[in-house]
């Protein structure tokens, strides 16, 4: 089970109706700076989205990673023809997409309440964090989010903070960049959706599955394509469907999946 094969099985109908007669009706790129109060730090997210039939699906990406052109160009395209574009971004926005209007999200619903910025980027990481496994003592979290770091320092837990950008956290910790340095000391992943679209997930899926390691999820990229891999490698999914928390000051939703005992 991996990327590959759940996209060819999408693309023989295995999971809802025939790809090649879904068409995309919207495509658009979110583009959001942010700081919020009380912390020093700003960031940017870039995330290319489509829309089939009444389900939005996601990629996060680099800014300015995928041209507007290349997006627009998707407007009525069909799935099975987005599901081999060039881009990784869009195959992996239309494999959402396609299955979360097939298949809707089904796990525990959460909702994140209205608040500010930080009070929603806090709540959500208390509901990601609480999906790591009692016995966690040393995690590397890959797609660093200074929120989630937060809720992990309360909890005592030590983290090793791993980002394709580099640089340092919010506490002036080192990110490092390659994820195979940390792998081996660490008890437990937790990583970002995000590793579905730069292709660093088949590295930590296998890894999880090599040495029973948990791996758990927080996904706005992909958030309907993690869950399947529940009980094949992943031990957890926070699945964030389009509108993300950081969109609205009000409540928001995501869902929670665990894989079976």
Known sequence: ????????????????????????????????????DSRGRAYRNHVVSLRVGRAVGSCAVEPDEVADVTVEECVGASVADL?????????????????????????????????????????????VTDLLPGHAERVLVVGVVNSLLHRLRERGVRYVPCDLKGGSTEWGEPVITD???????????????????????????DHARAWGKPLVMFAQTGSAILPHFLGTGVTAVSAEPYPFFWLDGGDTVMFRYRERP
């Not at 023989?12 to 068409?23: I, M, S, V, W, Y």
């Not at 990583?191 to 899926?205: D, E, K, Q, V, Y």
């Open 83 to 127: 599901l081999a574009h060039r881009a990784p971004a869009i195959r992996v926005a239309a494999l959402d997409a396609y299955l979360m209007s097939s298949r809707p999200h089904w796990g525990e619903r959460v909702t994140v309440p209205a608040g500010t910025s930080l009070d929603k980027s806090l709540a959500r990481a208390a509901a």
């Open 1 to 36: 089970m991996n990327l590959t094969t759940l996209t060819k099985r999408a693309l023989a109908g295995e999971l809802g109706p025939d790809p090649a007669k879904e068409r995309v009706s919207t495509a658009f790129t979110t583009r959001q700076g942010v700081r919020h």
């Open 179 to 205: 994820v195979t340095q940390a792998l081996d000391g660490c008890d437990c992943v937790l990583a970002s959706g995000m590793t579905l679209g730069n292709g660093s997930f088949p590295a930590l899926l």
